[in-house]
């Protein structure tokens, strides 16, 4: 009888059944719930206990904005980047949100306490990112999503939702009411963002004691997802990461805030894994297991060049393409898919120990290939650290977006095979070899996909 002893006044003048009386409270609620989702669905606002005010104090009324077929990205061009005004990035870590997709907006009342947790928060004809995400972070919420260009919700993501559904983010295409240079969702889509209040299922991350840890690498192919599996395994086991680049780490800003293990020496053994793109036999044997990462060499080779040219030598992604016409790009590509395969093979053949993790699966089934990499590096499995890590980090495959260099929109598209005959054949026998030699060594074998022309 909680609720007689919660609305015992009510109780005792209605000499109500507790049953009956619940069920009408649900359908009076549910009615004017209701009532106010249908106010918001036509993009009015709603009464002054559902939604903030504007700056002055007014409410004001949001004209309907008539539905039509979102527009997608023109493919046309010789490259797409993918710089989009859909999403607001900055070029600090310390910033106040993180762009993560557009996701669909609730289509009732009875999906939107399950999709935004807090609901509709502030409606505005100033509504802007940073407005949205200020909002949300005040009310110490993880997710601010942006809908209609004029309301912004808040939320908490604590299990699987359907809040990350995420969808192509040109669907997002109403122009925020305080900012139009950004948008902010569209008419059934939202443009959902991760703020910068911690998730604390899986927010505290912290050094062992020395010599506690076995050592073992995390070795790949550089642009094969190192990092970002940096990220998952961290927030996955509480246990930072370390690095054989430790020396060049620990003088940039992310290992300060991010990757604490790349301020140390990796020898002392109080990471869980140490990131290796070295193959020489004398490195591999060094450490008593590996993790190795392998991506399809076409997408990684790629991904290198533009790296090389793009983040280290700041030249523009025009130029950037013209390179792949030029005879130095076909001599880099012939030596880059040497490198990947002495990479498998080195690491195959002299690991004392070793989990082969496929970056393509891990982008389709993070949770499960994540909770794999745990299970290998003998940490005890907690479902939620790892789903929260897959929140925290997901995949470019299921985000549609790169957030690389540190907040900084750097992937391109190519639209045209950029590789010569005889270097796809150089390519291929390579992928046969490695596919071959996991065989051989009862390790999982390569994607299917790996000769299909991925860029």
């Not at 996955?236 to 430790?246: D, E, K, N, R």
């Not at 591999?284 to 280290?312: D, Q, T, W």
């Not at 299921?398 to 260099?405: C, Q, R």
């Amino acid at each position: 009888m909680t609720f007689c002893r919660t609305y015992k006044t009510t109780c005792r003048f209605l000499n109500l059944p507790v049953r009956l009386l619940v069920l009408v409270v649900l359908v009076v609620g549910g009615y004017h719930i209701a009532k106010s989702w249908n106010r918001i669905e036509k993009g009015t606002n709603v009464s002054k206990q559902e939604v903030q005010q504007d700056g002055d104090g007014q409410h004001r009324q949001v004209p309907e904005i008539p539905q039509h077929p979102a527009s997608l990205p023109d493919t046309k061009e010789k490259f797409i980047s993918a710089l989009n005004k859909t999403w607001m990035t900055w070029t600090t870590i310390d910033s106040p949100g993180v762009y993560r997709a557009c996701v669909p907006r609730p289509k009732d009342v009875l999906t939107a306490h399950d999709i935004v947790t807090a609901g509709l928060v502030k409606e505005s004809t100033n509504m802007t990112i940073g407005l949205c995400l200020q909002t949300c972070i005040s009310l110490h919420l993880t997710y601010a999503a942006l809908s209609r260009g004029s309301q912004c919700f808040c939320s908490d993501v604590k299990a699987e939702s359907v809040l990350l559904n995420y969808m192509e983010s040109a669907l997002c295409d109403k122009p925020c009411s305080g900012d139009p240079k950004y948008n902010c969702g569209g008419m059934e889509f939202m443009s959902l963002y991760r703020t910068s209040v911690p998730d604390l299922r899986c927010s505290k991350v912290e050094l062992k004691a020395k010599n506690s840890l076995p050592f073992i690498a995390l070795a790949s192919y550089p642009r094969s997802g190192n990092t970002w599996t940096r990220s998952l395994i961290e927030k996955g086991t509480g246990i930072p990461t370390g690095s054989v680049y430790w020396k060049g780490e620990s003088k940039m800003q992310i290992s300060k805030k991010v990757f604490i293990g790349g301020n140390i020496d990796f020898k002392t053994k109080q990471t869980i894994c140490i990131k290796s793109h070295m193959s020489d036999t004398s490195h591999v044997k060094e450490f008593e297991g590996a993790v190795l990462l392998l991506r399809n060499p076409y997408s990684a080779i790629v991904a290198e060049i533009f790296r090389r040219l793009m983040i280290e030598k700041k030249i523009a992604h025009d130029e950037a393409i013209k390179q792949f016409q030029s005879a130095e790009w076909t001599k880099f590509a012939k030596e880059q898919t040497a490198q990947w395969k002495t990479m498998a093979l080195q690491w195959i053949t002299h690991s004392k120990r070793i989990h082969v993790a496929h970056y393509e699966d891990l982008q389709q089934h993070t949770s499960e290939e994540l909770t794999k990499i745990v299970q290998f590096l003998n940490v005890p499995v907690d479902k939620q650290r790892v789903l929260c890590a897959v929140q925290e980090h997901p995949s470019s495959k299921t985000t549609g977006i790169a957030l690389g260099n540190h907040g900084l929109k750097t992937r391109v598209y190519l639209t045209k095979d950029p590789f010569p005959n005889e270097v796809r054949k150089l390519i291929d026998d390579n992928i046969k070899e490695v596919n071959s030699t996991l065989i051989k060594y009862n390790l999982t074998p390569l994607p299917m996909d790996y000769s299909v022309k991925v860029f």
